[in-house]
């Protein structure tokens, strides 16, 4: 005879399937051991993988929901393991990435009263998911109740945390003792529990009235469209057919999904980071309305030049109304429409006059001066001779294939390949952790995407942040995954040297900012059995990071770098592309 608990977590699971849930992770546990149980049942359709860390089974399942865009359910045990999934939900709650957290727990009667491994878990996650539950105790005398509760809640679950905007969700589950029976019967995963299905919210269309004020604000006017990140990508496409017909450049963030693809590229802006800097541009480059999709971009050059404009700034959002869907960091959105990005560029490219498209030479001002730039940084780069930061994006970049996923990391890594990732025509996805855009869980959720992505999967990531998160490897040998790890080796917080910190206080920085740990990262990838290389300047490195793209397993190709030169030369090539941009201006002008 099954146990009541069996029963009611099955409805639950079952549910969460027939309702969108493909990928089960389990950290594991004694009190979660009826949900492991159900997730492995015979007959189970889930995909189920394993993590030994809960934090780090957070960030994993969160790598999975972003790069297929479907929920994705992480179980563990009670206690300070609940706790170690606070910050995955963190960053799923403002990066938009639906997950699913199923948290056992102790039964109300065992709890507040000094029961090992029990804190309290109900609302624990608080404002950081869209909606928790804290499931009734199973009971027998009740169990065809609490069954169709427990697949209500699966369905509202699943449904919830893929509403725009996307999230996380929690269901904390009570369970009595004994959590499994030697005289129980092995249930298999279909036990005929009750059927609820539930569908998300579709995404919104704009309003006609919507599309008459945003169509009167951009009526021949000079302007830009930002692309922000966005972690289900851009539609690209749709994006680029609406700047065609304005006439408006396309600043694109690199984790926007507009700089890699077969989209129209022309008026896609790669190098807007360089561009701002520049007086003599920004002055004549200044727009008179803006258009955003996404949050705000990586760039604070770019964010501070925007901020202080005088101009209609635009914010399109399918949740610009719904809870934590507020995305104007700087408050100078003026027109806030809550739209699917899509059907607003259709719907507006449709209510548009041909005729209200801007001058060609406005667009043509951004994208000569980009070029300017962006060939100026190129040179500048190959002509440095010596270990640079930026050059390993530009070597990984030539190196990814049709089909890859590139992962970036926090702090110099993502800023690095904002500033020097080109527009390629190859189907290459960027993703990143810039909801908190924290450093931590970064090689997990790598991990996670590499473990669904059809192509292969690179990550380029910090010291810091690696050292963060090297159980993030764990899953790659134990799953039969393949992951190349792009790893920049400063000794310590490299991004910390652009503060001013660095400068008003040199006697304390290097021990409290800088904070060089002096250890061998070789031993960390030797430890999850991964294969280690030493890049070095120039085309070799290219040549090993492609190989290692081809390669089955782990591959991390170290670049040490100095955190003072690496400053200077930072410096030193932007500048080169800020001289460049002067240049194509005055060249513009005579």
């Not at 966005?230 to 006439?247: D, T």
């Not at 010291?463 to 134990?478: A, C, E, K, Y």
């Not at 080169?576 to 005579?590: D, L, M, P, S, Y």
């Amino acid at each position: 005879m099954a146990q009541p608990a069996d029963r009611t977590v099955h409805a639950l699971l079952q549910s969460l399937h027939r309702n969108g849930v493909r990928h089960f992770v389990i950290a594991p546990g004694s009190r979660n051991t009826p949900i492991t149980i159900a997730a492995t049942a015979p007959g189970s359709p889930f995909k189920v993988w394993l993590h030994l860390d809960e934090r780090s089974a957070g960030y994993f399942a969160l790598g999975i929901a972003r790069q297929t865009g479907e929920p994705v359910a992480v179980t563990c045990t009670s206690g300070t393991a609940v706790a170690n999934l606070l910050p995955a939900a963190v960053e799923a709650r403002l990066s938009r990435v639906p997950l699913v957290l199923i948290t056992a727990d102790r039964p109300p009667e065992a709890r507040d009263i000094g029961a090992s491994q029990t804190v309290d878990q109900v609302g624990i996650f608080s404002g950081h998911v869209k909606w928790a539950a804290d499931l009734p105790v199973a009971d027998a005398s009740a169990i065809g109740d609490l069954e169709r509760y427990a697949a209500a809640a699966g369905a509202r679950a699943a449904a919830t945390a893929c509403e725009a905007p996307a999230g996380p969700v929690h269901l904390n589950v009570p369970l009595r003792e004994p959590l499994v029976d030697a005289e129980s019967e092995t249930l298999p995963f279909e036990i005929g529990t009750p059927e609820v299905h539930r569908s998300p919210a579709a995404p919104a269309r704009p309003t006609p009235g919507d599309l008459a004020l945003v169509a009167r604000a951009v009526e021949a006017r000079r302007g830009l469209i930002i692309c922000g990140p966005e972690s289900s990508g851009l539609p690209a496409a749709a994006i680029a057919s609406l700047a065609a017909v304005l006439g408006w450049p396309v600043i694109a963030d690199p984790l926007s999904g507009m700089r890699a693809g077969h989209h129209a590229l022309a008026a896609v802006i790669d190098r807007a980071d360089v561009l701002v800097r520049e007086p003599t541009f920004t002055g004549p480059a200044t727009p008179e309305v803006t258009i955003r999709f996404g949050a705000a971009p990586t760039s604070k050059p770019l964010n501070t030049w925007l901020a202080g404009l005088d101009a209609t700034h635009i914010v399109v959002d399918p949740a610009v109304a719904a809870g934590g869907g507020w995305r104007d960091p700087d408050l100078r959105a003026a027109i806030a429409i809550a739209a699917d990005p899509g059907a607003f560029c259709s719907a507006l490219l449709e209510s548009l006059d041909a005729r209200s498209a801007a001058r060609a030479e406005w667009l043509a001002l951004w994208c000569d001066a980009n070029a300017a730039a962006r060939t100026a940084l190129d040179e500048a780069i190959a002509n440095l001779g010596e270990p640079f930061e930026g050059q390993a994006v530009v070597d990984l970049a030539g190196a990814l294939p049709e089909g890859a996923t590139l992962v970036a990391g926090n702090s110099m890594p993502v800023r690095d390949i904002d500033s020097f990732f080109p527009n390629m025509d190859r189907a290459v996805r960027l993703v990143g952790t810039r909801g908190a855009s924290g450093i931590d869980g970064v090689t997990s959720g790598a991990a996670g995407a590499a473990a669904v992505a059809d192509g292969p999967v690179a990550l380029m990531i910090g010291d810091l942040s690696f050292l963060h998160d090297v159980n993030g490897l764990w899953p790659i040998r134990r799953h039969d995954l393949s992951l190349t790890v792009v790893l920049v080796n400063n000794d310590g917080g490299g991004i910390f040297s652009f503060l001013p910190q660095r400068t008003s206080m040199p006697a304390r920085f290097d021990a409290w900012w800088g904070t060089p740990h002096g250890l061998d990262l070789r031993h960390a990838v030797a430890l999850h059995g991964g294969r280690h290389t030493l890049l070095e300047p120039g085309i070799a490195s290219s040549a090993a990071i492609g190989d290692a793209l081809l390669r089955p397993g782990l591959d991390v190709l170290e670049l040490r770098t100095d955190r003072d030169r690496n400053v200077a030369l930072h410096q030193h090539v932007w500048a080169r592309g800020v001289e460049a941009v002067r240049h194509a201006v005055v060249a513009a002008r005579a």
